[in-house]
């Protein structure tokens, strides 16, 4: 938010502090100033600053306030005139184009004069007809034969706002001849607002932290009503249909308004404040935002009337009925679903709830009668209409924050006297008020003990509470304790223990953490224990990288629908319950994910056409939602996707193979071996999203480890993947983990050399090489020290039903070196238990 200085000494005297010193000030309090913008005021001393400066300043004897006491037309243009202008010190005649004076071009002496904001020769300021803030000196030139040498400046030149078709036209009662860095001079102070801290995205909130952080009396706007007018009760009703969505909701009724431009200043303020100006009564609702932190809505009363018959209108709250839209002010047509909050009458939508006002009912330049708004909205309600419409405001920036209730009245009573100040008018008596959902401001007991032992200072109890009371809490003391109060107007403090925590920040704050002592631990830090499981976790995310797979960081928000794309079409998924998000940032991500898998195609489908190759793996929870208990199960995941080449094209290799299954299951049966884990099988199974024949159950000592497969093609079909076929795999984390070895044995590498022999063997097709290599190493015992299945065959020379296994076998003895007739004796026996175990003979 931008913050002018001028503003903030309307509630807290601040004359005494720099701009540095304001700024720092600002900064440890939690309002980070991000820029100072200079209008006017000049840089601070030094050559050195801790804060950003940008702008211009005006300097005393160049900028003045001026006054022009007659306009005449120029003798060779008839776009120019000739201002006969008193500075202060002398008559001048100077020359402009501003449009906003040929209105007085040729009428003499006039009655009142224009006080103007005057440059003089030699002044720096803003080129004018430049695009963007360009800087130019004030030299003395002839301009069609009439010598100019200075300018009376439009906002643009004096860097206010980029408003350059007229001249600033100053209240009447600016003092001719002053400096006008002295009489308006400025500096905007740009904020960036926290989103816990929305209560200070306005002037009071900003004043009442730096009153706060500097011990100075805070003071209020009055909002006294001079309310002279028919009371409002049977002129307008209010119906709210759900207070949780509307926790309040305030009108009051100003009549008999002219519609004009608002004073200078208020023009000046509300552009600094980064706000266009547009009428008294527009700026009126702007004015009073950034003033409370309250956001207003006018409407145009006497429209509401002709859409009620001629009948008092009724204002509605309620959400928007199926097939209803609006035209925003931003003239822009929405249609509405069910979730969205409005405001309405009888004959339909008027305004977004918190967002933005409605075309039809908007105030306009023929308005006499206005109808103000204040309201609370639900926060969570305002941010889903903005995420789905698309659009954005002030005023739902600071509601989608959330915005006290209280806050509502004051806001729409400064609104009507502002109003009626700017714009003439009468208003009505009373407001009409519904509050039908107050909350409840806490009340949390602080003591000073755990106060000074959690900041480690040394605060009495009273000075406690005079810090709290600074920020308006409501403090009793009571000896050690202090029952504290929550203002009316903030949403941010909690019950209970966060509350304390809540107010040890405020505390924190306040008191200045540059003011907290530096202490020392009064007991030395206990021995470091290792964590072993995140250490295996990222262990295990090493091996991973080392194997040529990439890490995904994903969503784990997510719909079911999304999830359920990861079944075939007819596949008869079982109904299982989700865990769901309050305030879901889309619809698309209101639960958290119960399949890891699921994630893992949506980022394969993603990136599937930005690379001709993708092995990826991602570690992190699923989350299963527990019967009776307010948190769920976080399941700890394991999940590998494949797809495209097996390696990246290059210029001096040939062109590359797709990856297929044994891809998969060599990185599967590297990362076992890098975790050391021992007695894994892999054997054929099924799963809903795997392509039948193509899949893997892993198991470890007969107990499920994870499974691994080819994509079923139906599945495929459900998202964009392209032609390549996928590889997935998926592991429970915690098993695999939990058996990975970091001791393990380590052997000398064998001094004596290995005998090697190829085995063929023909056996029944439902026979798996599996059990033949466990029958193989049965038989082998200790020599054997390598199995490894190097071919398959299939043919009519060893009959139907059969297929044929070669195995490569590596025979060695630590001590010697094995004779031909201990490696026969081997052979024969793993020969004898293949055909007694699984029926098998030897091929040839």
């Not at 607002?193 to 009153?211: H, K």
């Not at 049977?234 to 249909?241: A, L, S, T």
């Not at 009051?252 to 980064?274: D, K, M």
Request: proline fraction near 7%.
């Amino acid at each position: 938010m931008k913050s002018p200085l001028s503003w903030l000494k309307d509630y807290v005297d601040i004359d005494d502090l720099g701009l540095e010193e304001l700024a720092k000030i600002m900064t440890m309090v939690g309002l980070e100033v991000e820029e100072i913008r200079l209008v006017g005021l000049p840089l601070p001393p030094g050559e050195k600053h801790e804060f950003k400066y940008t702008g211009l300043s005006w300097p005393g004897d160049k900028f003045v306030v001026a006054q022009v006491d007659e306009v005449m037309p120029h003798p060779n243009a008839d776009r120019l005139v000739l201002c006969r202008l008193n500075d202060g010190d002398q008559e001048i005649i100077v020359l402009t184009g501003a449009t906003n004076l040929f209105e007085y071009k040729g009428k003499g002496a006039l009655e009142r004069p224009l006080k103007v904001a005057y440059a003089r020769e030699g002044a720096l300021l803003y080129d004018g007809h430049e695009t963007g803030r360009k800087l130019m000196t004030l030299k003395r030139m002839k301009i069609r034969g009439v010598e100019s040498f200075s300018m009376i400046c439009s906002e643009k030149e004096l860097g206010i706002s980029d408003a350059h078709e007229g001249v600033i036209i100053l209240d009447d009662d600016a003092p001719t001849g002053m400096s006008l860095a002295d009489y308006m001079g400025d500096a905007v102070f740009d904020v960036d607002t926290l989103p816990n801290m929305v209560r200070d995205a306005s002037v009071l909130g900003m004043a009442r932290e730096i009153a706060a952080a500097t011990g100075k009396p805070l003071r209020k706007p009055d909002d006294t009503l001079e309310a002279t007018g028919a009371p409002i009760d049977d002129r307008v009703g209010i119906k709210i249909e759900d207070p949780e969505l509307n926790p309040r909701f305030v009108l009051g009724l100003v009549e008999g308004i002219t519609v004009q431009p608002s004073p200078y200043w208020v023009r000046r303020r509300l552009n600094l404040a980064g706000m266009r100006p547009i009428n008294c009564i527009v700026d009126a609702t702007n004015y009073v935002m950034l003033e409370l932190g309250q956001p207003l809505h006018a409407f145009d009363y006497d429209v509401l009337l002709a859409r009620a018959g001629g009948e008092s209108p009724t204002i509605i709250t309620r959400t928007a009925e199926p097939g209803e839209s609006l035209t925003t002010l931003d003239d822009v047509t929405h249609q509405l679903d069910p979730e969205i909050e409005l405001v309405t009458d009888t004959a339909g939508p008027l305004s977004l709830a918190g967002v933005m006002g409605g075309e039809e009912s908007e105030v306009n330049g023929h308005t006499q009668n206005v109808l103000l708004e204040g309201a609370a909205w639900n926060f969570i309600n305002i941010r889903k209409t903005v995420s789905k419409l698309k659009i954005n405001s002030e005023a739902a920036y600071r509601f989608s924050r959330g915005v006290h209730p209280a806050l509502a009245e004051q806001g729409v009573r400064l609104c009507l006297k502002r109003m009626a100040e700017w714009g003439g008018g009468t208003i009505a008596q009373c407001l009409l008020d519904q509050y039908p959902n107050p909350p409840e401001d806490p009340q949390i007991e602080l003591s000073r003990t755990w106060v000074n032992n959690s900041l480690g200072t040394d605060l009495e109890t009273d000075e406690i509470a005079e810090i709290l009371g600074r920020l308006e809490f409501d403090c009793q003391v009571d000896g050690d304790s202090i029952l504290v109060k929550t203002p009316p107007h903030r949403l941010d403090i909690h019950e209970g223990i966060i509350g304390r925590a809540d107010l040890l920040e405020e505390i924190s704050r306040i008191y200045g953490y540059d003011n907290i002592p530096s202490v020392r631990l009064n007991q030395p830090l206990p021995p470091q224990q290792e964590n072993q499981a995140l250490n295996m976790e990222e262990h295990l995310r090493d091996l991973l990288v080392n194997l040529g797979l990439q890490e995904l960081v994903a969503y784990r928000m997510t719909a079911p629908e999304r999830e359920a794309r990861r079944f075939p079409p007819d596949y008869d998924a079982p109904d299982v319950k989700y865990l769901e998000i309050q305030n879901p940032i889309t619809v698309e991500r209101r639960v958290m994910r119960r399949s890891i898998l699921a994630t893992m195609l949506e980022i394969l489908e993603y990136n599937s056409g930005l690379s001709p190759r993708l092995a990826l793996f991602e570690i992190g929870p699923v989350f299963i939602p527990v019967e009776g208990q307010p948190l769920p199960e976080e399941k700890p995941m394991l999940s590998f996707g494949l797809t495209g080449l097996r390696e990246m094209p290059s210029w001096g290799a040939n062109e590359p193979e797709m990856m297929d299954f044994y891809d998969l299951k060599g990185l599967v049966e590297n990362m076992l071996a890098g975790l050391h884990i021992e007695n894994v099988r892999f054997q054929s199974g099924e799963h809903p999203s795997l392509h039948p024949g193509k899949t893997a159950d892993i198991l470890l000592d007969g107990n499920p480890l994870g499974v691994m497969g080819e994509l079923h093609p139906l599945v495929k079909a459900n998202y964009e993947l392209g032609e390549p076929p996928v590889y997935v795999a998926e592991f429970e984390l915690e098993p695999l983990l939990e058996a990975a070895r970091i001791l393990f044995d380590v052997e000398p590498v064998p001094t004596y050399p290995p005998v090697l022999e190829d085995l063929a063997i023909v056996v029944d097709e439902t026979v798996t090489a599996v059990e033949v290599e466990d029958v193989i190493r049965k038989g082998g015992g200790d020599y054997l020290a390598r199995v490894q299945l190097f071919d398959i065959y299939r043919g009519k020379q060893i009959g139907e039903g059969k297929k044929s296994l070669a195995f490569n076998l590596t025979y060695i003895a630590p001590d010697r070196t094995l004779t031909d007739k201990e490696v026969s004796k081997l052979r024969a026996k793993i020969i004898r238990l293949l055909d007694e175990e699984l029926g098998a003979q030897l091929r040839g």
